[in-house]
């Protein structure tokens, strides 16, 4: 790789990780940890889904699932049932209350943003974002390994 690719991957990698940092940092107290809400999202994204699916979408065990699972069924924002065909597999969905927590996480973050960017950034640079988010997004599925993002 050339160096100015590697420099700008470098820049592009330490730009993103600095936004994200913002990010939670502007995200709601729910009580859940980091994780959990990363997997509430993800069975939000995924729909009716169970826990070996969720484990793939996230590159983790089953194991590394069971307690975020727990305590999210435990405060009632998804739910967890049998697999009417397979009654070995459990089926989990997101809840109605566990929908407006993270309706309400994104769109808490989503006003930060739209602040920061309407107050911190020139018309060129809100264009430019603008040209570049679908850019971004692709990068993030070049792998279907990779993960998800909000929708």
Do not use: C, F
């Not at 502007?26 to 999202?41: A, F, I, K, M, V």
């Not at 943003?113 to 850019?135: F, I, S, W």
């Amino acid at each position: 790789m050339a160096r100015t690719q590697v420099s700008t991957a470098t820049e592009l990698r330490e730009s993103m990780m600095a936004v994200a940092r913002q990010m939670r940092r502007h995200r709601p107290d729910h009580g859940l940890t980091l994780s959990q809400l990363e997997l509430l999202g993800e069975i939000s994204r995924a729909g009716t889904t169970t826990p070996a699916e969720l484990g793939a979408r996230l590159h983790v065990r089953v194991q590394s699932l069971t307690d975020g699972i727990n305590e999210l069924v435990n405060r009632e924002l998804i739910i967890r049932r049998p697999d009417e065909h397979d009654r070995r597999r459990q089926l989990i969905e997101l809840t109605a209350q566990g929908a407006e927590l993270l309706q309400s996480d994104r769109a808490e973050r989503d006003a930060w943003l739209h602040t920061a960017m309407r107050d911190h950034l020139t018309d060129l640079e809100l264009g430019l974002l603008t040209l570049v988010a679908p850019v971004l997004r692709k990068l993030a599925y070049a792998d279907a390994k990779a993960g998800t993002l909000d929708p």
